[in-house]
């Protein structure tokens, strides 16, 4: 735990020594009664969320934030209820989630706040439960999404800088603003609202590309009415460059040492400590073994952060799926994009159930506050249903391309990538003219840190054979979006072919499954598949590769309808023989 809090006898002066060393003695821990401060039972709303002291209080009461994350956008919307029911059940009084940009505003000015992306639904159920609720609504948010959950749209200006006040950048987020931030308003909690803080961007100390950035986002909040809490996060390393004057400086575990608390004690004075994000682990990336948690560690920090008075924040409570193609891409020595399971060894799994972890949790959480009975909503399990052996197939060069790989006459050449910009091509003699193709894939852009202002999607420069550059390419769209494989696609039985045998990709492939009344969670099995994306009833599921470490993709019963379901996967390398079907996940090991 020394890199966490640098040992408790470095952070004694956080709190009374005697009073901490006289609690470690005797083993206990400070009783919290909070069971009045609800949004169920808080009625009068005057005073919000304060800091008093070395402490948070609420309508003027002593209050420790213990909160979770999850994002709405990850699971889906008739999981909601029952996560944050979790949530409440488990100990928890607050819900900590992201607004990601890009999903509410794919397209310039198109925005969407419905359905899954209905923030404000979500917002209300997890009033309806029980929970407060701490928003961040961005402009950036990280979150492990594309681009950090800005809009790709953004970097077809040639001279944009993200995250700074360049006029490209504030005027397309106060566009947003101007949609996002009226509705956030109206469920602050001195309007009756569950809403008792709002997130400033988020770590802008390990970015700070412009000193008057932080100040204009507050303002920009502010102008629109949020008046409830406001709070910075930022990790250990650069909690200076990224607090506010007059705004509650919050920490992210990275990078936590002593200095950590020095600095913060010199920003803001005695102030309660915020772990805005606690986790012990982080996200999965394709190629590598998958990255597990420590459990012990985690609740030896959590009996020291609650023994010296800390409000803190799991990231993440349900960390639920990348769908579709918002995962983005981490880079250190190399470019490593985000698996499609988002599990992250949460307190919920991927799909929704409880692990070990969450009933530990649940127990102490429950011995130190005053809580009613214990009531654990109940879960549906999951089922594997039988394989499929009946697949149709119909190849890109009937449908045209797009993808990351090179082909030659149909032929596959090799992989161009972030790291081989150059393939060995021999010339057929036989033949007069040659057809080049490539197909080209976005398999996640940077997520965090400045070179996210570098990331272009397709081809960003000439094509060179022989050091001459080739013109002239006819380019296809395959955007791989629902109204694609809707409306795109050749009708099922049309020009679809039974597979017999081995299909090498890139070619799309269909089954049926039939499932029962009610559908139940399931799992997609990839082994013996390549690498490529699967399709459930039209909507884009996720990304799959066999060089894992996710051997499965999480499938919700919701995307399920009993009786007959479209499934289809668009395969690069090779086609399996069979979809196959598990009732666990399989993350790697």
Sequence with gaps: MWTFLGRPVCILYLSSALSVMALTRYNQFPRLNQTHLTPLLLMTRGVGLKVEGSQFTLEGSPFRIISGTIDYFRIPRQQWRLSLQKMQAGGFNTLTTYVPWNLHEPAVGQFYFTENLDLIAFITMASEVGLWVIVCPGPYIGSDLDLGGLPSWLLK????????????????????????????????????????????????????????????????????????????????????????????????????????????????????????????????????????????????????????????????????????????????????????????????????????????????????????????????LAIAYAPLTLIYFVTLWEVLP?????????????????????????????????????????????????????????????????????????IHSLEMRSTFIQTKLPKFPEFWKTKTNQVLGPAFFLSQLRVGDPPQDTYIRVKGWGKGVIFINGQVLGRYWSIGPQEALYVPSSWLHPGVNEIMMFEELNGGQKIQFAKEPELGH
């Design 402 to 474: 797009h993808l990351d790989q090179v082909f030659l006459d149909n032929n596959y050449v090799g992989v161009l990538d972030r790291y081989n910009n150059e393939l060995l091509i021999v010339k057929d003699v036989s033949k007069k003219v040659q057809s080049l193709r490539i197909l080209v894939e976005n398999q996640g852009r940077l997520t965090s840190g400045k070179d996210i202002n570098k990331e272009r999607r397709g081809l960003t420069g000439d094509i060179y054979l022989n050091k001459t550059p080739l013109r002239q390419f006819i």
């Design 157 to 380: 200006d040639p001279r944009m800088k993200l995250r700074t006040t360049y006029k490209g950048f504030t005027r397309a987020m106060n566009r947003y603003f101007d949609r996002l931030v009226p509705r956030i308003e109206q469920f602050q909690y001195r309007r009756g609202g569950p809403i008792i803080a709002v997130q400033i961007e988020n770590e802008y100390g390990s970015y700070y590309m412009d000193k008057k950035y932080m100040a204009y986002v507050k303002m920009a909040l502010v102008s629109r009415g949020i008046s409830e809490l406001l709070m910075t996060a930022d990790d250990g390393l650069n909690l200076r460059k990224g607090h506010l004057k007059n705004v509650l400086a919050t920490v992210h575990m990275k990078n936590i040492k002593k200095a950590t608390y020095e600095d913060l004690k010199s920003i803001q004075g005695i102030s309660p400590i915020l772990m805005m994000v606690y986790t012990t682990k982080s996200f999965d990336t394709w190629g590598y073994l998958r990255n597990f948690g420590d459990p012990q560690m985690l609740m030896k920090d959590v009996h020291e952060m609650f023994i010296l008075g800390f409000s803190f924040n799991f990231y993440m409570f349900h960390g639920g799926t990348n769908f579709g193609f918002i995962g983005g891409a981490q880079s250190s020595n190399r470019y490593l994009p985000v698996v499609t399971s988002y599990d992250y060894c949460a307190l919920l799994t991927e799909a929704g159930a409880y692990t070990p972890e969450y009933r530990v949790f649940q127990e102490f959480f429950y011995s130190v506050t005053d809580p009613s009975t214990i009531i654990r909503p109940k879960i549906p």
